[in-house]
């Protein structure tokens, strides 16, 4: 897990639009689901720690349940019929040096993918993508299903996403009069050199009812009939004190007075480890890391979160993904989001996590300005080794 953003500005556009019938779904294939939660999130959030900016191409009437899943850190446009009319329509928001254009089928792609197609762009690659070496043998045959040649696979490889561009490169190709299936192909018409790395097996790409199953057995593994869920939130009052640091999210915000509490505050944090220890029937949060405890005074929501993810292994079980939403007037989460992914996937010992934020508009102790709130999900999975 990369820990880090790269020193590059990175734009990721998601095109959305492709439909869900092959997968037997009357809705947007996107928006199928994959161990309760939607391909689209999955891909957000896998990629989510390398990228400054992500903008999701939705199908036309599907944008607010585009933007209702996956909040106001991610921009969600109206995409076009084809799919480079999405990436085009997605393009003229991109603000990165950086573009990489990512299929939300290929859900499960991992962020060192991502960062193998990053490293190659900041080495001076105009145009990079993902392959894998094709193992079958390929035939060409003609319009009747005749051979006319066999093809040295040695030279064949199967191409992936994300795919990764300068941003000048894919403007460039998109305005052209070409036509590609991919945007490589788009790139390649304008005999600008495309560069290979290495891709992966995780980045296959769900298109059939079987790609899904395969999808969930990756997912979940071996042990996928002992899948826990766990629910936590946190709340804490804005600190009188104006020296009180903000800590959120695993990070400090220094320009924000922060909030009272035993520890550091962090809601965010403490909201993951309650549902962590809920989907682990281990109690909750106050009953391990209750004030009477003076250990935990003033710990930091790093060290909450390293400790409850050794308790949990502890009992059996490992970290499927983690998703959390801070509910508050302040700080604003968009400019720090990518940096407060990795710093809590850092803690988690780089498990897959996705931060939103929202507003109440007004209502309630968080919409007056009074505090910040945090609700976290987590899935669990048993390891069968309890220690």
Not at 188 to 216: H, S, W, Y
């Amino acid at each position: 897990m990369r820990s880090l953003l790269p020193n590059h500005s990175v734009t990721v556009i998601i095109p959305a639009g492709g439909s869900g019938e092959r997968l037997g779904a009357l809705l947007p294939k996107a928006l199928v689901l994959l161990a309760g939660r939607t391909l689209v999130e999955h891909c957000v959030s896998n990629i989510a720690p390398i990228a400054n900016q992500i903008i999701v191409a939705a199908p036309a009437g599907f944008e607010e349940e585009f933007r209702s899943l996956l909040g106001d850190d991610v921009l969600v446009v109206t995409g076009g019929v084809t799919r480079a009319d999405s990436v085009r329509a997605a393009l003229e928001y991109a603000t990165s040096e950086f573009i990489l254009v990512h299929d939300a089928a290929r859900s499960l792609a991992s962020v060192e993918l991502a960062g193998r197609v990053i490293d190659a762009l900041a080495s001076g690659e105009k145009a990079v993508i993902p392959a894998l070496a094709v193992i079958d043998t390929i035939k060409h045959v003609d319009h009747n299903n005749f051979v006319i040649s066999t093809h040295e696979r040695s030279a064949l490889r199967a191409v992936q996403t994300p795919q990764g561009f300068d941003a000048k490169t894919l403007r460039a190709a998109h305005a052209s009069s070409h036509d590609a299936t991919d945007d490589a192909g788009l790139v390649e018409a304008l005999n600008i050199p495309v560069k290979i790395v290495d891709g992966e097996d995780k980045a296959f790409k769900i298109t059939l009812p079987e790609d899904l199953a395969r999808a969930q057995r990756t997912l979940l593994g071996e042990f996928a009939e002992d899948i826990r869920i766990g629910i936590g939130t946190d709340a804490h009052a804005f600190s009188a004190d104006s020296n009180r640091p903000m800590w959120l999210a695993g990070l400090l915000w220094s320009d924000e007075v922060g909030v009272d509490g035993h520890s550091d505050g962090d809601v965010a944090a403490h909201a993951i480890c309650d549902a962590l220890f809920s989907a682990a029937q281990l109690g909750d949060l106050g009953s391990n890391y209750g004030v009477a405890e003076p250990q935990w005074a003033g710990a930091s929501g790093a060290k909450l979160l390293q400790e409850t993810l050794r308790r949990v292994r502890t009992a059996g079980f490992e970290i499927n993904n983690v998703s959390v939403q801070v509910v508050g007037n302040r700080p604003k989460i968009g400019p720090r989001r990518a940096e407060a992914i990795s710093a809590l996937a850092k803690a988690l010992d780089g498990a897959p996590v996705s931060l939103s934020a929202t507003t109440t508009d007004g209502l309630g102790f968080t919409g007056e300005g009074k505090g910040l709130s945090a609700i976290a999900s987590v899935l669990l999975r048993a390891t069968g080794r309890i220690s």
